[in-house]
């Protein structure tokens, strides 16, 4: 790789991400829940049928864990979201490792000039 070709792969990186829309880390569970009250169907020995589907959503920032509910009508456009966070994740990683090896790509051609004097 040259050091335009890694330069060309970043600029596509950032095209990419200037286009991501809404988007929050984080992952989204569906849970089932008993309610505890006695005579209820969720309570059933036999076969209880519980309560749900609850959407629980988990994410950490900035050191902070948080796990809060989501109404199901949001759960679609929730899973976007964090469907979109993890493309921003893994664009950002990406454009690093382009950085990382442009900025060795450039300090070995400089070596390589200083062997050739
Ligand atoms: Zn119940």
Known sequence: MTPRQIEFRIKRIKRE???LGPMRPGALSMQYA??????????DPVKPKKHGPFYQLSYSHLGKSTTR???P???GPIKKELATY???RELTQEWVTQELALSQLRLDLARRKDDEK
Do not use: W
Not at 34 to 43: E, F, I, L, R
């Open 73 to 75: 009508n949001y759960a």
């Open 86 to 88: 993890k493309r921003f």
């Open 69 to 71: 509910f989501v109404r």
């Open 17 to 19: 991400l200037m286009k």
């Open 34 to 43: 008993a309610c505890q009250k006695s005579g209820c169907a969720c309570m």
